[in-house]
C-alpha cells in the first residue's frame, strides 16, 4: 500500500490524494465560497482542499471515517476553524448543517468506491443546498451529465438530473493525485432544481412513483419500453402519452419519465 506523508492510503476507503496545487485553485475558485456561506467537505483526507478552503471561509464543516485522519486534522486545525464529523458521509444527516438563511454549500473529492450511492444519499437534501461541487470518475460524471439517446444516459443520468442541473467543470488526469488512480477524474458542479420556478411538466406528483418508473425503465436497458414498463403501463397509454412503446429507456429525457410517472398517480 502507499504511503503519502506518513499516511498508508487506504483502498477500503477508496483513498487517492489530491496534490496538484494547480487543481486545487481551480476547485476552490469554483466553489465560491464566501462569507456566511456553511461550506461542508466530504472526505478532506490529508487537507489539499481544506486548507484552500479555510482560506475562503471559518469554520469549515468536514465528513472523515478514517480515524488516523481526523487525529492528524485535528492536530493541524484548531476546533474553531474546523469543525470535524467522524462517520459515515453515507449515513451523514447533511441538513442538520442548514443554517438559517446560510448558503449550504457541499464540496469533496468522493472515494469512487462509494461515488454512486453517496449522489443518492444527497439527493435527499437537495432542497437545503445550495449547489455541490465533486471531484469523481470521469467515467461517472459522464453518466451523471449524458443527454437522452447516447449509451452513457441512464438511471443515475435521469435521477440526478430531474433534481439537479450539472455541469463538468474539467477533466483531472491521474498524475494530479497520490497515488495516481488507473483513470481520469472530473469536477462536477451540482445545482438543485427550483421547482418554483420550473414548468409543471418537470416536477413528479410523487417522487417514488418516479423512482420506481426510471428504475424500473432501466432495469433491462437493450429492451423496449413496453417490456419492461408494462407491469405499470400498457403500450396504448405509453401513446397517449405521445411515448414510442418500441422506443428504450436511454430515448427518453427527464420529462418524458415525469409525465410517465404522473400518469400512474400512486402504485405500489
Given at each position: 500500500?502507499?504511503?503519502?506523508?506518513?499516511?498508508?492510503?487506504?483502498?477500503?476507503?477508496?483513498?487517492?490524494?489530491?496534490?496538484s496545487?494547480?487543481?486545487?485553485?481551480?476547485?476552490?475558485?469554483?466553489?465560491?465560497?464566501?462569507?456566511?456561506?456553511?461550506?461542508?467537505?466530504?472526505?478532506?483526507?490529508?487537507?489539499?482542499l481544506?486548507?484552500?478552503?479555510?482560506?475562503?471561509?471559518?469554520?469549515?464543516?468536514?465528513?472523515?471515517?478514517?480515524?488516523?485522519?481526523?487525529?492528524?486534522?485535528?492536530?493541524?486545525?484548531?476546533?474553531?476553524?474546523?469543525?470535524?464529523?467522524?462517520?459515515?458521509?453515507?449515513?451523514?444527516?447533511?441538513?442538520?448543517l442548514?443554517?438559517?438563511n446560510?448558503?449550504?454549500k457541499?464540496?469533496?473529492n468522493?472515494?469512487?468506491?462509494?461515488?454512486?450511492?453517496?449522489?443518492?444519499?444527497?439527493?435527499?437534501y437537495a432542497?437545503?443546498?445550495?449547489?455541490?461541487?465533486?471531484?469523481?470518475?470521469?467515467?461517472?460524471?459522464?453518466?451523471?451529465?449524458?443527454?437522452?439517446?447516447?449509451?452513457?444516459?441512464?438511471?443515475?443520468?435521469?435521477?440526478?438530473?430531474?433534481?439537479?442541473?450539472?455541469?463538468?467543470?474539467?477533466?483531472?488526469?491521474?498524475?494530479?493525485?497520490?497515488?495516481?488512480?488507473?483513470?481520469?477524474?472530473?469536477?462536477?458542479?451540482?445545482?438543485?432544481?427550483?421547482?418554483?420556478?420550473?414548468?409543471?411538466?418537470h416536477?413528479?406528483?410523487?417522487?417514488?412513483?418516479?423512482?420506481?418508473?426510471?428504475?424500473?425503465?432501466?432495469?433491462?436497458?437493450?429492451?423496449m419500453?413496453?417490456?419492461?414498463?408494462?407491469?405499470?403501463?400498457?403500450?396504448?397509454?405509453?401513446?397517449?402519452?405521445?411515448?414510442?412503446?418500441?422506443?428504450?429507456?436511454?430515448?427518453?429525457?427527464?420529462?418524458?419519465?415525469?409525465?410517465?410517472?404522473?400518469?400512474?398517480?400512486?402504485?405500489?
Amino acid at each position: 500500500m502507499k504511503t503519502i506523508d506518513g499516511h498508508t492510503a487506504r483502498k477500503r476507503f477508496g483513498q487517492n490524494f489530491l496534490v496538484s496545487a494547480g487543481v486545487i485553485h481551480k476547485i476552490v475558485d469554483a466553489v465560491g465560497a464566501r462569507n456566511g456561506d456553511t461550506v461542508v467537505e466530504i472526505g478532506p483526507g490529508l487537507g489539499a482542499l481544506t486548507e484552500p478552503l479555510l482560506e475562503r471561509i471559518e469554520p469549515l464543516h468536514v465528513v472523515e471515517i478514517d480515524r488516523d485522519l481526523i487525529a492528524r486534522l485535528r492536530q493541524r486545525f484548531a476546533p474553531e476553524r474546523l469543525t470535524i464529523h467522524e462517520g459515515d458521509a453515507l449515513e451523514f444527516d447533511f441538513g442538520a448543517l442548514k443554517q438559517n438563511n446560510a448558503r449550504l454549500k457541499i464540496v469533496g473529492n468522493l472515494p469512487y468506491n462509494i461515488s454512486s450511492p453517496l449522489l443518492f444519499h444527497l439527493v435527499g437534501y437537495a432542497p437545503q443546498i445550495h449547489d455541490m461541487h465533486f471531484m469523481l470518475q470521469k467515467e461517472v460524471v459522464d453518466r451523471m451529465v449524458a443527454a437522452p439517446g447516447s449509451g452513457t444516459f441512464g438511471r443515475l443520468s435521469v435521477m440526478l438530473q430531474y433534481r439537479f442541473h450539472m455541469e463538468r467543470l474539467f477533466i483531472v488526469p491521474p498524475g494530479s493525485f497520490n497515488p495516481p488512480p488507473k483513470v481520469d477524474s472530473a469536477i462536477v458542479r451540482m445545482i438543485p432544481v427550483d421547482f418554483a420556478k420550473v414548468d409543471a411538466e418537470h416536477t413528479a406528483s410523487n417522487n417514488d412513483v418516479f423512482a420506481k418508473v426510471v428504475t424500473t425503465a432501466f432495469s433491462q436497458r437493450r429492451k423496449m419500453l413496453r417490456n419492461t414498463l408494462r407491469a405499470l403501463i400498457d403500450e396504448s397509454a405509453l401513446q397517449r402519452l405521445g411515448i414510442t412503446p418500441t422506443a428504450r429507456a436511454e430515448d427518453l429525457g427527464v420529462t418524458d419519465f415525469v409525465r410517465i410517472a404522473n400518469s400512474l398517480g400512486d402504485i405500489r
